[in-house]
């Protein structure tokens, strides 16, 4: 049986936890700023979960994460 390729994209964007949940960075916070709220960007600042439906997705593009 071959070894499954990694998706590269995937890969730089998602982290897996210890507990084997899936970090994402938030939407929203690259350019626009200016107009958003203090409080807004504030929470952006904070990594996001992937929610549990995607998460069986984005384990087949890492497999190996």
């Given at each position: 049986m071959p070894?499954?390729?990694?998706s590269r994209g995937a890969a730089?964007?998602?982290?897996?936890t210890a507990k084997g949940k899936i970090k994402r960075r938030k939407a929203g916070k690259s350019h626009?700023?200016?107009s958003k709220g203090r409080k807004r960007k504030?929470?952006?600042r904070h990594a996001g979960l992937v929610s549990s439906r995607s998460t069986k997705n984005i384990r087949r593009?890492?497999?190996y994460l």
């Open positions: 070894k499954i390729k990694t730089k964007r998602f982290k897996v626009l700023l200016s504030r929470r952006l593009l890492i497999p």
